[in-house]
Antibody
Framework: EVQLVESGGDLVQPGGSLRLSCAGS????????MNWVRQAPGKGLEWVSY????????YYADSVRGRFTISRDNAKNSLYLQMNSLRAEDTAVYYC?????????????WGHGTLVTVSS | DIQMTQSPSTLSASVGDRVTITCRAS??????LAWYQQKPGKAPKLLIY???TLESGVPSRFSGSGFGTEFTLTISSLQPDDFATYYC????????FGQGTKVEIK
């Protein structure tokens, strides 16, 4: 069974940093592109970032480019999101999402999400 | 950037009703469109991809159609488990979601 388990969400002050992690299991992690998607409280889904299976291709949404960094460690079956210069508008549940390749595949599997709250 | 516009934002319906949700893209995305269902406090669930392909295990009352810029999700006979929020997503260029359609009990 495919499992994606996010961790690292927390309450952080504006301007602060946070690193999210996602542990994948039940599939060959190194064969799949991965994404981060977020959802602000009571709002819709917003794509954040994409990383290809070998980390050679990375994309970011305009709203986070220059502040967030996506990475992965295929040996550890793990995906990461380093978030710097956090703003109140970054408050959201962050989902780890498997697949979601542009002109290739939708997101087939989602984690349960981890909550990031940016507030003083 | 490709913008996705869903309508309506909220839909009130009864069990057994036929329900249609529309999604429009700001430019052509061919068939690179997916539909997801989300229930409160839960992660989204994939229903349809490539505009009209039903994901394995999804009931056949769900169907999708469209190409280019106009797409629809249809539920042929609404069931109690179907009251949820539905999102379209383009995956032609990066990824963009529609704003969602909440299907409520009438």
């Amino acid at each position: 069974e495919v499992q994606l388990v996010e961790s690292g969400g927390d309450l952080v002050q504006p301007g602060g940093s946070l690193r999210l992690s996602c542990a994948g299991s039940g599939f060959t992690f190194s064969s799949h592109p991965m994404n981060w998607v977020r959802q602000a409280p009571g709002k819709g889904l917003e794509w954040v970032s994409y990383i290809s299976s070998s980390s050679t291709t990375i994309y970011y949404a305009d709203s986070v480019r220059g502040r967030f960094t996506i990475s992965r460690d295929n040996a550890k079956n793990s995906l990461y999101l380093q978030m710097n210069s956090l703003r109140a508008e970054d408050t959201a549940v962050y989902y780890c999402a498997r697949d979601g390749l542009p002109r290739g595949s939708p997101v087939y599997h989602w984690g349960h999400g981890t909550l990031v709250t940016v507030s003083s | 950037d490709i913008q996705m516009t869903q309508s309506p934002s909220t839909l009130s319906a009864s069990v057994g009703d036929r329900v249609t949700i529309t999604c429009r893209a700001s430019q052509s995305i061919s068939s690179w469109l997916a539909w997801y269902q989300q229930k409160p406090g839960k992660a989204p669930k994939l229903l349809i991809y490539k505009a009209s392909t039903l994901e394995s295990g999804v009931p056949s009352r769900f169907s999708g159609s469209g190409f280019g810029t106009e797409f629809t999700l249809t539920i042929s006979s609404l069931q109690p488990d179907d009251f949820a929020t539905y999102y379209c997503q383009q995956y032609h260029t990066y990824c963009t979601f529609g704003q969602g359609t909440k299907v409520e009990i009438k």
